[in-house]
């Protein structure tokens, strides 16, 4: 039996859900409900300079209460089944609330057990990763600290929010240890499952030759599929032509973990049914292709984008506009084209922004520099420009 119903339900109030929230009250609708069980929100995106000793983790993080819209009606809790023949999300207490629409929107799962071995030795010996806000300063205590030896980074197959993650964070350590004068000394590995270290050649020819420089041992098609924490190695496995398949030794691990839709989200109807069990949208509406009064953004949803928060800024107005002629019952006008943005630092003072669509075109947003290549302007945008528009724009619903 439904506690309660109200016209438009989000469930996860991260990045996609407090934009979207913000948005469909700036349009004018009163009863717009969150379900969040967390008590801080976090600004994700900066976590690579965290690991990079570039930023403090403090900086990250805020209340959820701070970023909830005045406006919004706050269900804390954790949403557990979704049953949308009967338009009801049934949450972790057994509540069950109701909806005339519903926005699907709670994040992505981070599957560690997916590495055998891994998780046991997570934030220590070594070993990190910049995908939770407790390890990502433990990055910096193990790269800071580094003299010498073997670095291992690497990035699975399948999809992961931020697929630039494992590279940044190789770059940001080289640089350390040549500014300490110690890079010479240090073995780097960068283990990425792709052909080529980006998936748009302009960029690949232009990291290639970083890559290089810092003396980085680059194993494309190639993933690592375990840790023996006691011996101190990682095994690699080819995953496509012209893989790698060794064993390689390491005194730094930073990991970038296989990711997949919560689980709870792969057994309800809404999922595509696949392996990552994203929740099943069209690409362009991010309308639910079988439950017409479902939506679902960011990380959660099935569309091919590569998954970042630059991507939600795009993704989020479409969203609203959809929402609002779904309940006036007029056709859904709005597409999203699969804008995303991948930030690459490179350096403590140079980042490449790559801005693309579904068709891998790029899509600069500063016409003047040159899309391809590093520049020390972006940098200063990503420490400095994209918290600002984030926390007081984006999720405000007016970016
Ligand atoms: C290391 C790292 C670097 C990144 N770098 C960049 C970058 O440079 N640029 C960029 O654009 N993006 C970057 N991203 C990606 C970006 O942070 C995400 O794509 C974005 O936060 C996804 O937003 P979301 O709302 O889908 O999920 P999230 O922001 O993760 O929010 C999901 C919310 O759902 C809640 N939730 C979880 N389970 C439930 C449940 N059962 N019921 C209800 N609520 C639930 C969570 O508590 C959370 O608040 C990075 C991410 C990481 C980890």
């Given at each position: ?19 979207v929230?913000?948005r469909m009250?700036?349009k ?288 989020a107005p479409v969203v609203a506009d959809n929402i609002d ?72 619903g007016?970016?």
């Amino acid at each position: 039996m439904a506690t309660a119903k109200h016209q438009i339900l989000i469930v996860g109030g991260g990045t996609a859900g407090i934009t979207v929230a913000a948005r469909m009250l700036r349009k004018g609708y009163t009863d717009v409900a969150l379900i969040e069980p967390a008590s801080t929100h976090y600004y994700q995106p900066l976590w690579t300079l965290v690991g990079g000793g570039q930023a403090k983790a403090s900086t990250t993080e805020r209340t959820e209460a701070s970023v909830m819209p005045k406006k919004a009606t706050w269900i804390k809790n954790a949403a557990s089944a979704l049953d949308p023949d009967n338009n009801t999300v049934t949450c972790a207490d057994g509540a069950t609330y109701e909806y005339d629409v519903l926005v699907v929107c709670p994040g992505i799962q981070l599957d560690w057990n997916r590495i055998d071995g891994l998780e046991g030795t997570l934030g220590k010996d070594g070993v990190s990763s910049n995908y939770r806000f407790d390890l990502a300063p433990r990055t910096w205590d193990f790269i800071r600290t580094t003299r010498s030896g073997s670095a291992v980074f690497t990035m699975p197959s399948g999809p992961v929010k931020c697929a630039g993650a494992a590279q940044k964070i190789a770059y940001l350590a080289c640089d350390h240890w040549r500014k300490e004068g110690v890079l010479d000394d240090i073995d780097v590995h960068l283990v990425v499952p792709t052909p080529r270290i980006f998936g748009i050649p302009a960029i690949a020819d232009n990291l290639d030759p970083i890559i290089a420089d810092y003396g980085i041992h680059l194993h494309t098609n190639s993933e690592v599929t375990s840790v023996d924490a006691e011996g101190r190695k990682v095994a690699v496995t080819s995953v496509g032509e012209g893989g790698t398949n060794t064993t390689l030794p390491y005194d730094v691990l930073h990991v970038v973990p296989h990711q997949s839709a919560p689980d709870w989200i792969k057994s309800s109807p809404l999922s595509t049914g696949d392996a990552n069990g994203y929740v099943d949208i069209d690409k362009h509406t991010m309308q639910h292709v079988r439950y017409p009064n479902v939506f679902s953004l960011g990380d959660a949803g099935s569309s091919p984008n590569s998954k970042t928060g630059a991507a939600i800024r795009k993704q989020a107005p479409v969203v609203a506009d959809n929402i609002d002629s779904f309940l006036k019952n007029q056709a859904l006008g709005a597409e999203y084209h699969g804008y995303a943005s991948c930030p690459i630092v490179v350096s403590s003072h140079a980042m490449l922004l790559a801005e693309f669509d579904y068709s891998m075109q790029m899509t600069p947003s500063i016409p003047f520099l040159d899309p391809a290549k590093p520049h020390r302007a972006y940098w200063y945008l990503k420490k400095y420009g994209l918290p600002f528009l984030y926390w007081n724009l984006m999720l405000k619903g007016r970016a």
